[in-house]
């Protein structure tokens, strides 16, 4: 990555960057910081992955995706000095399509969401204003370690020398790591539930409201379930410790205007259907708990797909309460778990969900699953 940069004239330099990491949570924090940049007159480049229908939503400018158009003219731009280098992944080359995207775009501010673990992740080659490291849990083991502290170890890679750097709430195991790590690079660690408190004030499908101590004052958020209260203030620590010039009433104007979609996302009421991107036993805990926070009456008919690497048993054990019926699936995608594999979670022993099965591949209608996705 840095010899790809280089060769292109290191545009991630052009522009300052809040860096997010953490298993859970990243991609609602980064979306979050981006709205309250925007709202204070920033132009704003956002970086996500993965995408949820097509594949420019990963690289966004004030809230839009670049066009097809603009993404196909800048593959054929790198194409030459992708040629040059060996063994470049497509989240690597994706990566610098999007350095280079706001450079061109004459961004003056940006939010780059890491990819996989952070350390060895294709947007560390950034020295942000900030690095952020959102809540961390279970998650990419065969990658980042078996236990919590090398997950949080990997994280922490993200760290730069005398950046600050803002956490989540942390368990005591991924929390020690990362104040070790800041004080090796001493860089300066504010934590979320310790310099950075908050109180929920109420709550409804309508939204969240919260009191934000360091502020003093209510913030109104459109995300819903606890953790995104938890991402927000997150979010508004990252954007008082990167030194942007932005004011407390811009950051509260775009927080209650921050659209993110599939997280928890309510799109009927009645009966409700919701969508959500939850795939770690720790994400199906915090939707088994929002579930019950809005819908305590209701049981759930779940549609379930995952990808090869994902703890299966673990995720239906966090709901297995509230789920009368499973419906199982495949996504058309080279990691996508085959329906019988995700079935075979009904053999672990002492804790099967007395429950009938039903696997289906639902060809047809809107949960029809398009190759892009």
Not at 29 to 40: G, Y
Not at 202 to 225: C, E, M, W, Y
Not at 251 to 279: C, L, M, N, T, Y
Request: hydrophobic share 40%.
């Amino acid at each position: 990555m840095f010899a790809l940069m280089e060769s292109l004239g290191n545009p991630q330099n052009k522009y300052p960057i809040i860096h997010v990491a953490g298993t859970k949570g990243k991609g609602s924090t980064s979306a979050l910081c981006a709205a309250a940049l925007q709202v204070a007159g920033y132009k704003v480049g956002l970086y996500t992955s993965p995408h949820l229908e097509d594949y420019v939503e990963r690289i966004q400018i004030n809230g839009v995706p670049i066009s097809h158009e603009q993404l196909t003219g800048l593959v054929e731009e790198i194409k030459p000095f992708v040629a040059k280098i060996e063994m470049l992944t497509t989240f690597e080359i994706t990566t610098a399509l999007a350095f280079m995207a706001f450079a061109k775009s004459d961004v003056n501010a940006a939010v780059f969401e890491v990819g996989l673990g952070g350390r060895l992740d294709a947007t560390n080659i950034v020295t942000p204003k900030v690095s952020v490291i959102t809540s961390l849990s279970y998650d990419h083991m065969a990658v980042l370690g078996d236990t919590l502290a090398k997950i949080a170890g990997e994280k922490a890679g993200i760290i730069k020398p005398g950046v600050p750097v803002v956490s989540a709430p942390q368990k005591d195991e991924a929390l020690e790591v990362l104040l070790r790590v800041a004080t090796f690079n001493k860089s300066e660690l504010f934590l979320v539930g310790r310099d950075v408190t908050y109180e929920v004030k109420s709550t409804s499908l309508d939204g969240q409201v919260f009191i934000l101590h360091n502020s003093r004052k209510a913030f109104i958020l459109p995300l819903l379930g606890s953790h995104q209260i938890e991402n927000a203030a997150t979010a508004y620590a990252a954007l008082k410790a990167s030194g942007l010039d932005i004011l407390d009433e811009q950051i509260r104007k775009g927080f209650s205007q921050v659209k993110w979609r599939a997280r928890f996302e309510v799109a009927r009421r009645d009966p409700p259907v919701i969508f959500d991107s939850a795939h770690n036993q720790d994400s199906f805990a915090k939707l088994g708990e929002t579930m019950q926070t809005y819908f305590p009456d209701k049981m759930v008919y779940l549609i379930f797909g995952a990808s090869e690497d994902k703890n299966i048993f673990g995720m239906f054990a966090e709901m297995k309460s509230k789920i009368r019926k499973l419906i199982v699936t495949r996504a058309d995608h080279p990691r996508a778990l085959e329906v019988e594999k995700i079935q075979s979670w009904r053999g672990k022993p002492k804790s099967r969900m007395k429950r009938s099965v039903r696997s289906a591949r639902l060809w047809s209608g809107r949960w029809n699953c398009p190759k892009k996705m």
